[in-house]
């Protein structure tokens, strides 16, 4: 079966790549794929795959039943939202939406997806089985479309026993995969703050509350929840990259903004950081005379790769790539709402290389000069049609 699953990857290697293209030049916002959601419903339809859309907004689930449907079900999850990034790469297919790119890879992800769609569902009499392919909406945005397909019924007609995800990798080379059981990606929690005072003159600072001076101590005052407040052994990031004081030179204004985020591995943790970030905010902007309204929504939780799974998945994929290729993952301060699969289902979250020979140098995820290796879907699709059909074997 090995050597028919890599003809078939063969096979529809170039579709995957004409996919990939289609949408790395179409890009979407999270929650806002909707040009997205209907070129991947119309795949689906050509490929005459049963499948139900509009979960969660723009979220699609197909289903490719084998022979003996019920004896095992297992789903394979892509996500397929963009960012708001203007792109610096100049290739024949770079984003034609302003400050929208593909710079975090779920193009890809799509995309492998749909390749391995094509291939299950020319496999389906050769397995026994139901495979479920999610697309999945909103990602890299709060509260998170893992969280709201869930909530919008996602698996009320079918449960699975696993779910599978992958995600590029700019740190390893095309041809690899990697894996970590356990703890795998930290939670991840927004956190708003609107400081409000008096604003006026800024050669009359003594008639206003100054709301520019109350948010920096309160930034300054915030980095004591990492380095008084948290266990010395426990990881954590308090990031805040967004500073909004609409004044001038000469104006103190009436109102800040604030945005930033919080990362921790301890979910006990990260419910009492939140209580702290919220008393100093609060104190701080008090001793300046000003007040803050807080929002720190409810992010992702972490993301817990099942043990079992995770290492069954590495040793069928060394099976695939070799075992030279496979690389023990590290433990990422980077969020996934893939963490709320991992809640409740058995899960395993891998990467695959995507560092080729010509574009070694690129950008990071999430920059501008981020690009693949294109080389790598051989891998991305057909090392997860391989753990599919694993899984679904034993």
């Known amino acids: 079966m ?32 909707f040009e997205t959601s209907q070129f991947i419903q119309n795949e689906l339809t050509k490929m005459e795959i049963p499948f139900r859309a509009g979960i969660a907004g723009t979220g699609i689930l197909g289903k490719i039943e ?16 963009a960012l708001p990034v203007c792109e610096l790469v100049d290739i024949a297919w770079k984003s034609t939406n302003e400050n929208v790119m593909h710079a975090c890879g779920h193009d890809a992800h799509t995309s492998c997806l ?19 392919l999610i697309f999945q909406p ?59 005072g008096k604003g006026g003159h800024g050669a009359l600072p003594h008639l206003c509350n100054d709301t520019v001076l109350a948010s920096a101590q309160t930034l300054v005052s915030l980095q004591q929840v990492r380095s008084r407040l948290c266990h010395p052994l426990t990881p954590m990031v308090l990031t805040f ?6 004044g001038a030179q000469n104006i103190i204004p009436h109102e800040v903004l604030l945005s930033g985020t919080l990362r921790t591995v301890d979910e006990k943790w990260r419910l009492e950081a939140k209580n702290h970030i919220r008393r100093i905010i609060t104190d701080t902007c008090a001793a300046y005379g000003c007040t803050a309204e807080i929002d720190i929504p409810d992010g992702y939780p972490c993301v817990i ?5 995770t290492l069954k998945a590495s040793e069928f994929a060394s099976e695939w790539v070799g075992e030279n290729n496979i690389r023990k993952l590290e433990m990422r301060m980077t969020g996934e709402d893939f963490a709320f699969y991992t809640q409740q289902y058995p899960c395993t979250f891998f990467r695959f290389g995507i560092k080729g020979e010509v574009n070694a140098n690129t950008g990071g995820l999430h920059s501008a000069t981020f690009q ?23």
Request: aromatic share 8%.
């Open 66 to 81: 084998g022979r003996n449907p019920t004896k095992k079900v297992i789903a394979l999850r892509a996500d397929m939202d």
């Open 241 to 246: 990259g967004k500073i909004v004081a609409a």
């Open 305 to 309: 790769n099942n043990d079992e799974i």
């Open 138 to 196: 909103g990602e890299e945005k709060a509260p998170g479309g893992a969280r709201l397909m869930l909530e919008d019924g996602l698996f009320d007609e079918l449960k699975p026993e696993l779910i599978l995800a992958q995600h590029v990798s700019v740190d390893y080379p095309t041809g690899t995969m990697g894996f970590l059981p356990g703890m795998i990606m930290a939670s991840a929690d927004e956190i708003h703050v609107k400081v409000h």
């Open 2 to 33: 090995k050597t028919k699953i890599q003809e078939l990857s063969t096979k529809y290697f170039e579709y995957v790549v004409d996919c990939y293209r289609q949408l790395h030049s179409h890009p979407e916002l999270s929650f806002e794929e």
């Open 114 to 132: 749909l390749g391995v769609a094509q291939i299950l569902n020319e496999l389906k009499n050769e397995f026994e089985g139901t495979v479920l």
């Open 372 to 394: 693949m290796d294109e080389k790598a879907f051989k891998t991305g699709v057909g090392g997860m049609v391989w753990l599919a059909w694993r899984f679904l074997s034993i």
